[in-house]
Nanobody, 123 residues
Framework: QVQLVESGGGLMQAGGSLRLSCVASGSVFSVNYMGWYRQAPGKQRELVAATAPGGKILYQDSVKGRFTVSRDNAKNAVDLQMNSLKPEDTAVYYC?????????????????WGEGTLVTVSA
């Protein structure tokens, strides 16, 4: 089992910045993929950004150039720096950790989710 603890959500005005942090504990050796997803009211959960095997970095198109995901293997942590926030970034943000096939990241084994942290961006 892997436990994920998120921090850093809150209320911010449009154009501002927030940083989310997620620390993993437990059987962290079993995961090779860590990232952030979000779910806005009435919408499906979606990928925001993630780090995958082989140094791959994934971003949703709408956050490219504004958000930066970073992985600290020594701390078993993944952070999400969010700049130039927009009201449409408002959502509950979830940390995700999983094992994925290094050759095809769509093939996933066990995965784990944090409880989520709310990010609200006002206009």
């Amino acid at each position: 089992q892997v436990q994920l603890v998120e921090s850093g959500g809150g209320l911010m005005q449009a154009g501002g910045s927030l940083r989310l942090s997620c620390v993993a504990s437990g059987s962290v050796f079993s995961v090779n993929y860590m990232g952030w997803y979000r779910q806005a009211p009435g919408k499906q959960r979606e990928l925001v950004a993630a780090t995958a095997p082989g140094g791959k970095i994934l971003y949703q198109d709408s956050v490219k150039g504004r958000f930066t995901v970073s992985r600290d293997n020594a701390k078993n942590a993944v952070d999400l720096q969010m700049n130039s926030l927009k009201p449409e970034d408002t959502a509950v943000y979830y940390c995700n950790a999983a094992w994925v096939d290094p050759d095809d990241i769509s093939i996933r084994g066990m995965e784990y989710w944090g409880e989520g942290t709310l990010v609200t961006v006002s206009a």
